[in-house]
């Protein structure tokens, strides 16, 4: 079976500042990977995904992340956090021998504080 | 092009009422899925549908929770019974036929289900 880990809860930084929310997956065979924001009482944003090709990917609202295989982590990074940047993020796999159940992480809470 | 379509948005049910989730889809998908969001957790699967079949409701608790997707409207999860431990948010999304070249599906807004 597949797991996701984000291995912080809550990161709180300030406005402007550089920020990563971690996420390892456990999966032994190929897997997709997302990240999804979830901004108070609305629904699932996608913000990237990774399918295959380059391990950096970039996705809206200035975000990135690494997929990075030996290390089985996609961590989710961005040079400079505005305060609508507060959010919960997901992190999500999608594959290991089901091609449509998505597994998700707990969540991490993001919170820009001015 | 609307996005895939959850009604209501907020739905209150006292303990051992009846409570019924609806989805649209996204226009062009034939493929649904519930997925539960209980407090501080994750998104935890419950069921795939396609039109008049349920294809895997591994993630379905064995009582009171049923769910369809008819030939004709919208897919409905349905609550049977409802008591507090129920209370969740509950999301929809919906995706072309798989193989299709599809990667992954548009979520909808969400159901917040409040017992009690």
């Known amino acids: 079976a597949q797991s996701v880990t984000q291995l912080d809860s809550q990161v709180p930084v300030f406005e402007e500042a550089p920020v990563e929310l971690r996420c390892n997956y456990s999966s032994s065979v190929s897997v997709y990977l997302f990240w999804y924001v979830q901004y108070p009482n609305q629904g699932l944003q996608l913000l990237l995904k990774?399918?295959?090709?380059?391990?950096l990917v970039k996705g809206i609202n200035g975000f990135e992340a690494e997929f990075n295989k030996s290390q089985t982590s996609f961590h989710l990074r961005k040079p400079s956090v505005h305060i609508s940047d507060t959010a919960e993020y997901f992190c999500?796999?999608?594959?290991?021998?089901?091609?449509?159940?998505?597994?998700f992480g707990k969540g991490t809470l993001l919170t820009v504080n001015p | 092009n609307a996005g895939v379509m959850q009604n209501p948005r907020h739905l209150v049910r006292r303990r051992g009422q009846e409570a019924r989730l609806r989805c649209s889809p996204m226009?062009?998908?034939?493929?649904v899925y519930w997925y539960r969001q209980l407090p501080e957790e994750g998104l935890k699967f419950m069921v795939y549908?396609?039109?008049?079949?349920?294809?895997?409701e591994s993630g379905m608790p064995k009582e009171r929770f049923s769910a369809e997707f008819p030939k004709e409207g919208p897919s409905i999860l349905r609550i049977q019974q409802v008591v507090r431990g129920d209370s969740a948010a509950y999301f929809c999304a919906s995706s072309p036929p798989i193989g299709a070249g599809h990667w992954g599906y548009t979520f909808g807004s969400g159901t917040r289900l409040t017992v009690v």
């Open positions: 990774y399918l295959s090709g380059s391990t």
């Open positions: 549908l396609q039109k008049e079949n349920i294809i895997d």
């Open positions: 226009k062009g998908h034939s493929h």
């Open positions: 999500a796999v999608f594959g290991g021998g089901s091609n449509y159940k998505l597994t």
